[in-house]
């Protein structure tokens, strides 16, 4: 899959996804104002993340917690792609807001939440932009793939999976992370598969492990929370990675990723505003 057409605000450039590539989406859960942004999207794509991912419209569990910044969110988003290089990722909530999104994004996010909001996925299936597709914490893996299905009904196969952990009894960690449904996806379907180690274990500490894990799973990517001041984030805090954790993490990808024999994706060199450690490595496309 091809990234970058269909957004007039975000950077252009077209990354590879699937395949052979191995894809890092990292960022802020949320977007808290343009220092925190700017300073999150410049640390992760020093470190070499492919894509910003952060939340202007966030889905909370409760209604007293911090919303997101709507569409002032949005347009943060896309300064920092065109400051960056990389494409946006994001949430859209509301199949009202397809469009608004879409224009500040390369890639639609639809949260676990919102796997089963059956017009939701009917209207980014028509938006005709890539879609990341979370599975929903309570979701088998064939809701997944029937939930990607809505979305192909319209014309769209730009679809990523993303397991981010299902429920389970135990809470020592946030959500049990799924890491066997990657290799099961494998077997169902065509579409890349990523994983989301943040969500999918709660804690910091974790994420690095499981990243590693899911890479060797076979995951075609990784979705990635970092925060710069984690204590005061406004949400999930305690999942998210300071911008030298993040670094850390990469560098040691770097030595994994060329063994599970996948390469880099990472936006085209002349579309990179920033240069990091992985511009030596092989990249696709
Ligand atoms: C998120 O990606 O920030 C998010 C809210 O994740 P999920 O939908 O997996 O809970
Ligand atoms: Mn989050």
Redesign the pocket.
Known sequence: MQLGSGHEHGSQNGLEIGGDTFVVMAGP?AVESADQLHTIAAAVAGAGAAML?G?AF??RTSPESFQGLGVAGLELLAAASRATGLPVVT?VLDPRDVETVARHAAML?V???NMQNFPLLREVGKAGMPVLL?RG?AATIDELLHASDYIRREGNEQIVL?E?GVRSFDPSTRYLLDLAAVPVLRERTDLPVIV?PS?GTGRAALVAPMARAALVAGADGL?I?VHNSPATAL??GPQALRPHEFAELLADLRRLVPLCRRRWSRPSAENRATSSPLDDEVIAP
Do not use: N, Y
């Open positions: 859960c991912r939340g966030k889905p949430e996010q949260g676990s939440r979370k914490a993303c981010r989301d969500h979705l929370e949400s999930d």
